[in-house]
């Protein structure tokens, strides 16, 4: 059956790959997994240091670090510039992890990209399909979107730098019963093209795939004493499952969601900060590293 959270069940069969019960915590329906995620992470910061001053985490640093909340339905999935994200009730993965670098979250961006590769990677594995990345944080499959990231670091006021962040991912893997709502539905998709209470999506070995991949991919690079948060071959990864090759045409909306001051430009590539860099129609070279971008035509590749 689709509905295959059972809490007592999922923890006993999720804790022997992520060694303590007590990182995860499974949730029938809430408002949104990032804003737990969230407060819980505030509240660790309150009440003790989670790094050294060396960098290295404090026990309460590691004690949060991998945290993992998932949920089956969300009232509130939040996606990126205050919008929503469409969570209904145990058709999609709904899940937020509370990341705590050595010395503090560095590059936000990084974090996202090394996500939505481990993503893609988990993706491959568990379906057997080929997803693809619309820079900045979405995944698409045929066309449509069918995932979104949300990495949003939380401040330490009283050191003045950023000790951790939560990064959220939201799956559609069986499209609703009812169809995607009308504002989403020409571009929202979902892995599997339709809907069934007899299909297994295999939700329990897609989290465990997702959250290995991006834990290991992260601690690899930071056992190596690098403060970044995406790797080399991980940014090479992400360019070439990245929709936006170089020579792209694309429209870009600095503030996301508004029609104020967009202009077109062409894709020159993605820099090691996960930045997009553009050329303007006036000939005038841009780094993105925030704002929103929408393809010129929906035939981007020929691989979805």
């Known amino acids: 059956m689709i509905n295959n959270f059972s809490p007592?069940?999922?923890i006993e069969s999720l804790k022997d790959t992520f060694l303590s019960k007590e990182k995860i915590h499974?949730?029938?329906?809430?408002?949104?997994?990032?804003?737990?995620?969230?407060?819980?992470?505030?509240?660790?910061i309150k009440e003790a240091p989670l790094h050294h001053h060396d960098g290295n985490l404090t026990q309460q640093g590691?004690?949060?670090?991998?945290?993992?909340?998932?949920?089956e339905q969300q009232t509130g999935g939040k996606g990126r510039q205050g919008r929503s994200f469409f969570s209904p009730q145990a058709t999609g993965l709904y899940m937020s992890l509370i990341i705590v670098p050595p010395h503090g979250v560095t590059n936000p961006a990084g974090?996202?990209?090394?996500?939505?590769?481990?993503?893609?990677?988990a993706l491959e594995k568990i379906y057997n399909i080929t997803p693809a990345i619309k820079w900045v944080n979405d995944i698409f499959y045929n066309r449509k979107k069918v995932g979104g990231i949300?990495?949003?670091?939380?401040?330490?006021?009283?050191?003045?730098?950023?000790?951790?962040?939560?990064?959220?991912?939201?799956?559609?893997?069986?499209?609703?019963p009812q169809g995607f709502p009308p504002e989403i539905e020409s571009?929202?998709?979902?892995?599997?093209?339709?809907?069934?209470?007899?299909?297994?999506?295999?939700?329990?070995?897609?989290?465990?795939?997702?959250?290995?991949?991006?834990?290991?991919?992260?601690?690899?690079?930071?056992?190596?004493?690098?403060?970044?948060?995406?790797?080399?071959d991980v940014m090479e990864e992400y360019r070439n499952r990245c929709l936006m090759k170089p020579g792209t045409k694309i429209k870009?909306?600095?503030?996301?969601?508004?029609?104020?001051?967009?202009?077109?430009?062409?894709?020159?590539?993605?820099?090691?900060?996960?930045?997009?860099?553009?050329?303007?129609?006036?000939?005038?070279?841009?780094?993105?590293d925030?704002?929103?971008?929408?393809?010129?035509?929906l035939n981007f590749t020929n691989s979805l």
């Not at 949300?150 to 609703?176: C, F, Q, R, T, W």
């Not at 209470?197 to 601690?219: D, G, Q, R, S, Y």
């Not at 077109?264 to 993105?288: N, P």
């Open 111 to 121: 974090l996202t990209a090394t996500m939505a590769v481990a993503t893609c990677q």
């Open 8 to 10: 007592v069940m999922d």
């Open 26 to 44: 499974l949730y029938g329906t809430v408002s949104s997994t990032n804003i737990l995620a969230r407060e819980a992470l505030e509240k660790a």
């Open 290 to 297: 925030s704002g929103e971008v929408s393809l010129q035509s």
């Open 150 to 176: 949300l990495a949003e670091g939380v401040m330490d006021s009283h050191k003045g730098y950023i000790p951790g962040a939560v990064i959220g991912i939201g799956l559609n893997i069986l499209p609703p």
């Open 252 to 288: 870009v909306f600095p503030v996301a969601g508004s029609q104020e001051n967009a202009y077109t430009a062409t894709c020159l590539g993605i820099d090691q900060q996960a930045r997009l860099q553009v050329i303007t129609e006036s000939g005038q070279q841009k780094f993105l």
């Open 62 to 71: 590691q004690n949060l670090h991998g945290t993992i909340f998932i949920a």
């Open 187 to 232: 571009i929202a998709g979902a892995i599997f093209p339709t809907y069934s209470e007899e299909k297994n999506p295999l939700k329990k070995e897609l989290v465990v795939a997702i959250v290995t991949n991006f834990l290991h991919l992260l601690e690899s690079l930071w056992n190596q004493d690098s403060q970044n948060h995406a790797s080399d």
